[in-house]
């Protein structure tokens, strides 16, 4: 059974690319959104084994959006991406409730890898 996965970042090609990584090895893309507020508000909409955020975004960033994902549903599973590999932004992203962390540019198994660790 394949695992949807939400998709959560402001740059049309990124979630492009995501899409592409995670499709092509047979995960679903069950949504997309290009910030928080739309993230949280997918995420209720389809109820997703992961979503993939990214940090840096505009109206709501993908800490805040983190923390009211876990608010809605403990148990989800979110791994964040950023471009900015800044320790506090991490340690941040960890301590709220995220599984894991991909540093942008990313490679495509670094991403596989971090999807079946968390979903399988």
């Given amino acids: 059974m394949a695992k949807n996965i939400l998709v959560c970042d402001d740059a049309a090609f990124m979630r492009m ?17 290009e910030n928080g507020v739309k993230a949280v508000e997918k995420f209720n909409e389809t109820k997703p084994d992961l979503v993939l955020m990214d940090i840096t975004m505009p109206e709501m960033d993908g800490i805040q959006a983190l923390k009211k994902i876990k608010e809605i549903d403990p148990s989800s599973c979110v791994i964040m991406c950023s471009a900015m590999g800044q320790q506090a932004m991490v340690i941040e992203a960890i301590q709220s409730g995220a599984k894991d962390f991909i540093v942008k540019p990313f490679q495509a198994e670094r991403v596989l890898e971090a999807v079946k660790k968390v979903v399988g």
């Fill in 17 to 33: 690319m995501i899409k592409d990584i995670l499709t092509k090895n047979g995960y679903n893309i069950v949504a997309e959104a």
